[in-house]
C-alpha cells in the first residue's frame, strides 16, 4: 500500500513538473539550433547521443505542455 502511494505521488510530482515548463520561444530554438550544429561539426557530422536524448526529452516535454494547455482549455469551455 504504500508502495502505491509513493508512486502516485511521484507520477503526479513529475506531472506538475512537466506542467510547469514554458514553451520555447523561436530565440532559444535558433541558439539550440546553432549549438547542435556546432557539437556536429565537432563530431564530424554526427550528432552526439547526448543531443539526440536532449532533443527527445524536449519533444516529450513540450508535448506534455500541450497536452496539458489543450486540457485546460477544454475544461474552461464546458
Known amino acids: ?7 502516485a505521488a511521484f507520477a503526479a510530482l513529475s506531472m506538475l513538473s512537466l506542467a510547469a515548463c514554458e514553451k520555447e520561444g523561436p530565440a532559444e530554438r535558433v541558439g539550440e ?5 556546432v557539437d556536429a561539426a565537432k ?3 554526427k ?3 547526448g543531443d539526440k536524448l536532449d532533443d527527445a526529452a524536449d519533444k516529450a516535454r513540450d508535448a506534455a505542455a500541450d497536452a496539458t494547455d489543450a ?8
Do not use: L, Q, R, W
Request: proline share 4%.
Open 47 to 49: 550528432e552526439p547521443v
Open 43 to 45: 563530431n564530424g557530422g
Open 1 to 7: 500500500m504504500k508502495h502505491k502511494i509513493t508512486f
Open 71 to 78: 486540457a485546460k482549455d477544454a475544461v474552461k469551455k464546458d
Open 33 to 37: 539550433s546553432i549549438d547542435h550544429t
